[in-house]
């Protein structure tokens, strides 16, 4: 089995916020609907952050600082291979993604420390009319770093020149919340 690994370092353009409800039984109840094996989803309830303030979203966090699960970066690349699947005519490319392209480590990390929250209103049109809400996100600032490898195994269709494009998608549409108010977007390198 072949396998290409490159290092890549994101540099955000713009800051991008955080999409881990700040609540763990929320969070346990999404998890627990979605996690493919319970350890992993007990494993991520960890480490969320518990406030007392409702509808405050933040990033997961450990002993070493503030991070992102590796398939933040998978789940980009997916949503940008969709978004590109004429231009690069790959057939499927969100399955071969899933089966072909690993990121490495785990967690991500971040930062130490977050730079501050940002409020905004969540407009919704319900059965009972329009609704207005405030939700709050940490994030962290322009200029922050992120790194990780990308690793892929060898096949017919999918290669690191793809991925490389694939990641310039971030340029116009980043990582986290609120990816259509422009934030999280990013430039990159691959070595």
């Known amino acids: 089995m072949q396998i290409t690994t490159c290092d890549v370092k994101l540099t955000l353009t713009e800051p991008m916020l955080g999409t881990v409800p700040k609540d763990k ?11 493919a094996t319970l350890e992993n989803g007990i494993e991520e309830v960890g480490t ?9 979203t933040g990033f997961h966090r450990d002993e070493k600082g ?5 398939y933040m970066i998978r789940g980009f690349l997916k949503e940008a291979g969709n978004t590109l699947k004429e231009a690069v005519k790959v ?3 969100k399955s071969k993604i899933d089966r072909y392209v690993f990121i490495y480590p785990r967690r991500i990390f971040l930062a130490a420390e977050t730079d501050g929250h940002l409020e905004r ?10 609704r207005v809400t405030l939700a709050r996100s940490d994030y962290v600032k322009e200029g922050t770093v992120i790194r990780f490898q990308v690793k892929l195994l060898e096949n017919k269709e999918i290669t690191m020149d793809l991925i490389k494009e694939l990641l310039e998608y971030g340029q116009f549409q980043g990582l986290g919340q609120f990816r259509n108010g422009s934030y999280g977007r990013f430039v990159f390198e691959v070595a």
């Open 121 to 130: 209103p969540l407009r919704a049109m319900t059965m009972q009319g329009p």
């Open 91 to 93: 057939k499927n490319l």
């Open 66 to 70: 503030y991070f992102i699960y590796d």
């Open 48 to 56: 969320v952050e518990e406030i007392e303030a409702k509808g405050w």
């Open 25 to 35: 039984e929320v969070y346990k109840s999404y998890i627990a609907s979605k996690a």
